[in-house]
């Protein structure tokens, strides 16, 4: 994908909308983040940066209502679905409605598929029971989604018989099955062989392609660079850089803690030629 | 050699096998109504409600420390007989060994449950599965996988622990042995030996197969 195809991100609808979004851990002395936001807007794939410890999966994880959040507002489609309390630090995940939940699509570090089910027994497990759905229908869809991800042949298999890459495709399948609006990816290559992060990564530029909404949070800055249409820089509980211009933002950030962080990224890279490669086969689909 | 032909005398067979089925019905029923209480008992202990924790915290240490004896003592000539209760032996040994039974099942199922990572709690709450859906579907399959070498440690105890009921005056397959072995003191002086090695093997039979299944069912779930 190069820069000049790339819809224009300003006309588009949003569907996620963060705004002054707060959280605090119960006896921490400083909030994770602190007062952050920021759009998602439909069709388009925001990337989330920054150095460990910056709250980039914590963040992922308040928007997924898996970590309850003491300020701001998180809205989906333009309705508040959820607002911060002060004080509920430890009330555990948020209490949403199963149809809610389904709308978001989220996708692990690692270990999250289900060992007691074969691969299209995880996939279609979901729609089944939470919406549903007929096995014959849901079975097809899964196949299909399969089929995109280049798995139709291990349907059978058990996750333990799978690579860490091919599992981490299983899981984006499984979470597309129900049709998120938001799909969101928590460093899903981290936990990944170099090897298999390309496969996992092509999937996802794939998607984006298609114009599947996501929230990604990432350390692999080739890959952020290709599929970013927004990124922001997390560092120190709030956001220190944003732009709707991912090319300009990895050539030349504009605040001095973006250019230190990606410096670091540039350190490694010219030791690796391997990353640079990377890059040009992603721009070059 | 003489001894061994006690067990050629006529009746002595099949009464060791009358003997062997009191053993393992008790041992049955017991292992199957501990696999229900154990259950709930492991759900229970992973509450975060500290009545709940306190009280299962007193239930497991309380059937732990004391001997089964003595719980098989209190139960049958203590509580039956305080409250007029009218338990026999066996149903005596039965109520204890599903108590004890239970308790450490659901020790054990509570650290199966515990040792379910927390990120398949998260992807099925973000599948939108209920709490519940999540349990059955989910945590539960993986759990009773985990939770199978114990258990059937357990299952096998509790066999060998039916051996105590010979104390409260069941007519297990031990007292069969032993009325066999006084019966035939005079004839057959080293007829004992005998009778309990043909006891041993028995219990070595009922206990070995379970062995044997947990073994196979291991290997089966060695990866999922």
């Known amino acids: 994908m190069t820069e000049t195809n790339k819809p224009d991100a300003h006309g588009a609808p949003i569907a996620l909308s963060v705004r002054d979004l707060t959280k605090h851990y119960a006896d921490a002395a400083h909030n994770v983040f602190d007062g952050i936001s920021f759009d998602v807007p439909k069709g388009k794939v925001l990337v989330v940066v920054g150095p460990s410890g910056s709250g980039k999966s914590t963040l992922l994880r308040t928007i ?8 701001g507002t998180i809205a989906l489609n ?10 509920n630090e430890n009330s555990g995940r948020v209490k949403r409605g199963e149809d809610l939940r389904t709308k978001f699509g989220m996708v692990f570090q690692s270990y999250d598929l289900f060992p007691n089910k074969d691969v299209l027994g995880n996939i279609t497990m979901a729609p089944m029971l939470v919406q549903k759905r007929k096995k014959e229908e849901v079975e097809r869809e899964a196949l299909e989604l399969l089929d995109r ?17 091919q ?24 936990a990944l062989d170099p090897e298999m992060v390309h496969e996992v990564l092509e999937v996802v530029v794939e998607l984006a392609d298609a114009g599947q909404t996501m929230l990604i949070v990432t350390h692999e800055m080739s890959f952020a660079r290709a599929i970013a249409d927004r990124v922001i820089l997390l560092s120190d ?25 990606l410096h670091s990224f540039d350190f490694v890279r010219h030791r690796n030629a391997q990353a640079e490669r990377e890059l040009k086969a992603f721009d070059d689909e | 050699m003489q001894g061994a032909n006690i067990l050629l005398e006529p009746g002595v067979f099949p009464r060791l096998l009358q003997g062997l089925w009191v053993t393992v019905w008790i041992a049955a029923v017991s292992v199957l109504l501990s696999v229900p209480v154990g259950l709930v008992c492991g759900w229970l202990m992973t509450l975060r409600n500290p009545v709940v924790r306190v009280i299962m915290r007193v239930y497991l240490d309380f059937i732990r420390i004391m001997p089964q004896l003595a719980l098989l003592f209190i139960a049958y000539y203590g509580i039956a007989r305080a409250w007029n209760w009218n338990l026999d032996a066996t149903g005596a040994c039965v109520l204890v060994f599903i108590l004890w039974g239970g308790a450490e099942l659901g020790d054990l ?3 199966a449950l515990q040792s379910i ?13 209920s709490n519940w859906q999540a349990f059955i579907h989910v945590i539960l399959p993986q759990a009773v996988r985990r939770l199978l070498p114990g258990s059937v440690n357990l299952a096998t105890r509790i066999v060998k622990t039916t051996s105590l009921a010979v104390l409260l005056g069941v007519v297990e397959v031990i007292k069969v042995g032993q009325q066999i072995i006084d019966a035939n003191r005079f004839q057959y002086p080293t007829g004992t030996l005998w009778v309990y090695g043909v006891i041993f093997l028995m219990y ?14 291991e290997k089966r779930w060695a990866n999922d």
Do not use: N
């Not at chain 1, 280049?150 to 058990?158: E, F, G, V």
């Not at chain 2, 990572?117 to 599965?129: C, D, K, N, S």
């Not at chain 2, 070595?204 to 069912?217: D, N, Y």
């Open chain 1, 64 to 71: 997924a209502g898996l970590e309850p959040i003491q300020g």
């Open chain 1, 78 to 87: 333009g309705d508040v679905i959820e607002t911060g309390q002060p004080g």
């Open chain 1, 149 to 165: 991800v280049h798995l139709a042949d291990r349907a059978h298999a058990k996750p333990h018989e799978l690579s860490g890459g």
């Open chain 1, 167 to 190: 599992r981490q495709r299983v899981a984006i399948c499984r979470a597309l099955i129900l049709h998120p609006e938001i799909l969101l990816l928590d460093e899903i290559t981290a």
């Open chain 1, 237 to 261: 509980g709030g956001i220190a850089e944003r732009s709707d211009d991912p090319e300009t933002f990895f050539t030349h950030p504009k605040t001095a803690r973006a250019q230190e962080f």
């Open chain 2, 109 to 111: 199922t509570r650290g």
């Open chain 2, 117 to 129: 990572p927390e990120v398949q709690h998260e992807t099925a709450y973000m599948l939108g599965l």
């Open chain 2, 204 to 217: 070595f039979i009922v206990c070995w197969p379970l062995s044997l299944v947990a073994h196979a069912l």
